[in-house]
């Protein structure tokens, strides 16, 4: 029973063009959105979040928006750049617990110069 | 200023032989977080540890698996009698707290063991 997917396993850009992430959840306790990305042979790193109570969030290059409604979150990246290349992972918490992270299965990002 | 601290980075064992982990939080640190990534999977949920207490272990295979966070000393999850599905990655995290929304962007994690069970 996965509550946190991410449908896309792979996506590929061209560097300077617009990453579109997308995560869906069905847990409708979940009240925190998390984006972590992850080099190969390291541990994740935190990278945005959001709150149930925003629609969107902005950190530089990065936005996350929330769809409450649909269950459904996305990461934009502009522009994307090669160093962006990583494995990206959506997490939730809530759901009773205010400490137990729910990852979804990932999505692998190559921006290709 | 060190982060989590995991050891060994990778480790291969026998069937049936024992595997043990280890996590040093980073400093000012008090809460741990196992979580255990098979091939191709996302992270998933283990155990929560602060000093001396297990908090939630809701996550750990029943059998086999155990986790401490001693007064002293690193956390250690311990892996008895291994199996070849034991295989994979194996990440700690700390946070200096818990309470509220906060802990999602004070997480850190370590770089991960990597269990090999041949």
């Known amino acids: 029973d996965q509550q946190v997917k991410q449908n896309s396993p792979s996506l590929s850009v061209q560097e300077g063009r617009i990453s579109i992430l997308n995560c869906d959840y069905t847990n409708s306790m979940f009240d925190y959105f998390l984006w972590y990305k992850k080099y190969p042979a390291e541990g994740p790193t935190f990278l945005i979040s959001?709150?149930?109570?925003?629609d969107k969030n902005e950190d530089g290059r990065f936005t996350v928006f929330l769809n409450k409604s649909a269950k459904h979150l996305s990461l934009h990246i502009v522009p994307s750049q090669p160093g962006d290349s990583a494995v990206y992972f959506c997490?939730?918490?809530?759901?009773?617990?205010?400490?137990?992270?729910?990852f979804g299965k990932g999505t692998l990002l190559t921006v290709n110069p | 200023n060190a982060g989590v601290m995991q050891n060994p980075r990778h480790l291969v064992r026998r069937r049936g032989q024992e595997a043990r982990l280890r996590c040093s939080p980073m400093k000012g640190h008090s809460h741990v977080y196992w979580y255990r990534q098979l091939p191709e999977e996302g992270l998933k949920f283990m155990v929560y540890l602060q000093k001396e207490n297990i908090i939630d272990e809701s996550g750990m295979p029943k059998e086999r698996f155990s986790a401490e966070f001693p007064k002293e000393g690193p956390s250690i999850l311990r892996i008895q009698q291994v199996v070849r599905g034991d295989s994979a990655a194996y990440f700690c995290?700390?946070?200096?707290?818990?309470?509220?929304?906060?802990?999602?962007?004070?997480?850190?994690f370590g770089e991960g063991s990597w269990l090999t069970v041949v």
């Open positions: 997490a939730a918490l809530g759901g009773g617990s205010n400490y137990k992270l729910t």
């Open positions: 959001i709150s149930s109570i925003k």
């Open positions: 995290a700390s946070s200096p707290l818990t309470v509220g929304q906060g802990i999602g962007n004070t997480i850190y």
